[in-house]
């Protein structure tokens, strides 16, 4: 009799024992654009899943805390064709309870997704687009950019290529648009660094086909004219985002003379080969669930949904004002396999990173350089400062 009724009371107690609350479900919306197909390397072809996989691991990654946090993260893709309007994208995932929203868009497109909803609480995450303009004198306080700007990867190589003493440059830009912002960001590191651009010469894009018209032999003959008689100097610069030209240069010069910006050595945000200070375990486990290597725009991707899931970890809530105001804020930092934490820059919400070197095979070095100094952060040396911002946020 006393056994029965001590469960009976057991049971008793478990009925009355209120139901485990159900976790806060955050949705983050994946705004994604569709990229070209023409690279001048196989190896570049984005993925079906390009940026959508890194949002996806990294909102995996916020559930595995979110059981002990009563929290729970979910992506919803939404990719646009070239062409379609990506403020009203914007908005269907708004309307679909996303709050945050990572966005693999044009510059363009990007402004045109946050001006659609300044009147509604959500953020945008940039993924992709490095273009200054965003930061500067079209900056928007909704939102974050996790993709560095041309500055940040210039400097970051610049202050590398000075910290060798390879301080003459000799720069060949492409004929779009998107490369002389490059070259421009290139011509601005130089000065700001103390390196000397001794010529700079145009590669004019006859808009044939990438790798089909462009077999080595050919490209073999093509680039040592397009390199001769330029005056001395210790490495070449490319600038060439859009991939008609730069991988063609190593190993093809006239002079022998190291390549680096848009081919050679990369300044990168990520790169499939980076493994230090415990990335080798993030590069695997995108591997084992998405069979390819994490290119940068997963990567930015992946960190956007860590930054939202750290700081609904930390500040307790899934709002996307409060979250705001805490990324905001000193107390907000990260570890994204950097060496470092990061943090946000308050005067144009873009976020503090190291630039990694690469060639494609291995991490050759991190930037900022030891002897870079800076009174906040040395991270502040890349990229434009406080001192020099155009951002006026609205």
């Not at 390549?259 to 590069?283: C, I, N, Y």
């Amino acid at each position: 009799m006393k056994k029965r009724f001590v469960l009976g009371a057991v049971i008793a107690a478990l009925s009355a024992a209120p139901a485990a609350a159900e976790p806060l479900a955050i949705k983050i919306g994946v705004l994604r654009q569709t990229h070209s197909t023409e690279t001048l390397s196989i190896l570049d072809i984005p993925a079906a899943d390009d940026t959508l996989a890194g949002a996806r691991l990294g909102a995996a990654d916020n559930n595995t805390t979110g059981k002990f946090t009563g929290q729970s993260f979910e992506t919803i893709d939404a990719k646009i064709a070239p062409g379609e309007d990506a403020a009203a994208a914007a908005i269907r995932l708004v309307d679909q309870g996303a709050g945050f929203i990572i966005a693999d868009l044009s510059a363009d497109d990007l402004l045109r997704a946050a001006d659609a909803l300044k009147s509604r609480d959500a953020l945008l995450f940039n993924a992709s687009a490095a273009d200054e303009r965003l930061r500067e004198e079209n900056c928007r306080a909704n939102i974050v950019h996790v993709a560095p700007t041309r500055s940040m990867l210039a400097d970051g190589l610049t202050q590398y290529l000075v910290w060798k003493q390879w301080r003459r440059w000799f720069v060949i830009k492409g004929s779009h648009p998107e490369d002389e912002l490059f070259a421009q960001a290139v011509r601005a590191s130089a000065k700001k660094f103390g390196a000397k651009i001794v010529e700079e010469r145009v590669f004019v894009d006859t808009e044939g086909g990438r790798r089909s018209d462009s077999g080595s032999v050919q490209t073999q003959r093509q680039i040592p004219p397009l390199t001769q008689n330029a005056p001395a100097h210790d490495v070449l610069i490319a600038a060439d985002e859009s991939q008609v030209f730069g991988g063609y240069l190593p190993y093809r010069t006239w002079e022998p003379r190291p390549v680096a910006g848009s081919a050679g050595l990369m300044p990168v945000s990520w790169d499939a080969s980076h493994e230090q200070w415990g990335a080798t375990q993030l590069q695997n486990r995108f591997l084992r669930d998405f069979r390819r290597g994490m290119n940068a725009r997963d990567n930015q991707a992946w960190l956007a949904a860590r930054i939202v899931g750290e700081a609904a970890t930390r500040a307790d809530t899934g709002d996307p004002k409060a979250l705001r105001a805490f990324l905001l804020s000193p107390e907000f930092s990260i570890a994204a396999f950097k060496g470092v934490r990061l943090s946000i820059r308050p005067w144009n919400r873009q976020l503090r990173q190291p630039i990694l070197l690469t060639d494609g095979r291995m991490t050759v070095s991190v930037s900022p350089q030891e002897g870079f100094l800076h009174q906040t952060s040395e991270l502040d040396t890349l990229g434009v400062d406080r001192p020099e911002t155009k951002c006026r946020l609205q």
